[in-house]
């Protein structure tokens, strides 16, 4: 599949093809990013979508989670319900 081409203006403007916009649910005021890939290729996309890998790592990566003991953990409890009941 060949994309139409654009030129860069003396400005470092340019022009998204008409074909490109509606594909990409551009209108007058949209906001773009620029991407680059591990292999240093860049890509443009409408700003405020996610990609699939976005949201696997919103759904699916979670960070580590520190270990604690039983005993780390009734002292959080003593210490929540210590700074609840102050709050009364």
Request: without cysteine.
């Amino acid at each position: 599949m060949t994309l139409p081409r654009s030129r860069l203006t003396s400005q470092g403007q340019v022009s998204i093809p008409a074909e490109i916009r509606r594909k990409l649910g551009l209108y007058p005021g949209s906001v773009v990013e620029w991407d680059e890939d591990e292999n240093g290729r860049i890509s443009l996309r409408r700003a405020g979508r996610f990609t699939s890998e976005d949201v696997h790592h919103a759904l699916f990566v979670r960070p580590p989670v520190k270990p604690t003991t039983v005993a780390g953990m009734d002292d959080g409890i003593r210490r929540h319900i210590q700074s609840s009941r102050a709050r009364r």
